[in-house]
């Protein structure tokens, strides 16, 4: 049992989901959509993996004119879905090669074994990029930090929480051996208004796209 767990399980989770839903979930969900949707590229038809309900897809698709994403998960979520969402293994994207021109990857890395299996699968079936939101562990106390926010976020949806935080080197090496090409990236999202910033943004966070050599 992990460190963060010990002490989450001493919390009461209702009061702090309340907190989180009601004070930081919109306003990270808003910055989210600025920061994934700016590194598409035009006309993209785009692949959301681990989509979750897709509401970030569909306001990446409501604010811009071209944009087309569906989804894949392991599993469809209960409440309302937001785009259009096939259920998969988790393993292998039951796509063609070069099927879309983007695939997107929203906080979805970190629940993974092993996420060099499904980034192997996203540059197989995208023709041009790989949009990827994630964590870096590299700042003090970066692990604690992240489990803490991930349990909150996931937890109530029993999404499968792995805690396999990367640091930037250990992104890059993987990117590396992917042969994916970074050509934009972003470490200050500021999801979180003033000073929760200092503690859950300080380059924690990044958006990053990753051009595919075909």
């Not at 598409?40 to 087309?68: H, T, W």
């Not at 090496?173 to 990236?185: D, I, R």
Request: include cysteine.
């Amino acid at each position: 049992m992990s460190l963060f767990k010990k002490a989450a399980d001493a919390v009461d989770a209702g009061c702090i989901k309340g907190i989180y839903e009601g004070y930081y979930f919109d306003r990270r969900t808003r910055v989210l959509t600025n920061c994934v949707g700016e590194m598409i590229p035009e006309n993209a038809k785009v692949l959301d993996i681990g989509c979750g309900n897709g509401q970030i897809s569909s306001m990446i698709v409501a604010g811009r004119s071209g944009i087309d994403i569906k989804g894949v998960d392991i599993m469809k979520r209960k409440e309302k879905c937001f785009i259009p969402v096939e259920v998969f293994d988790g393993e292998h994207i039951p796509y063609e090669d070069n099927s879309f021109d983007t695939a997107l990857f929203v906080d979805v890395l970190h629940h993974i074994p092993d996420p060099m299996i499904i980034l192997r699968e996203a540059a197989r079936v995208a023709r041009k990029c790989i949009v990827i939101k994630d964590h870096n562990a590299d700042r003090f106390l970066g692990d604690i930090t992240l489990q803490f926010m991930d349990w909150v976020g996931n937890a109530r949806y029993s999404v499968v929480l792995e805690y396999n935080y990367l640091k930037r080197a250990q992104w890059g090496a993987a990117f590396s051996e992917l042969g994916l090409t970074v050509s934009e990236y972003n470490n200050s999202l500021h999801l979180y208004p003033g000073p929760v910033d200092w503690i859950f943004g300080r380059s924690l966070q990044f958006v990053c796209r990753l051009d595919v050599r075909n």
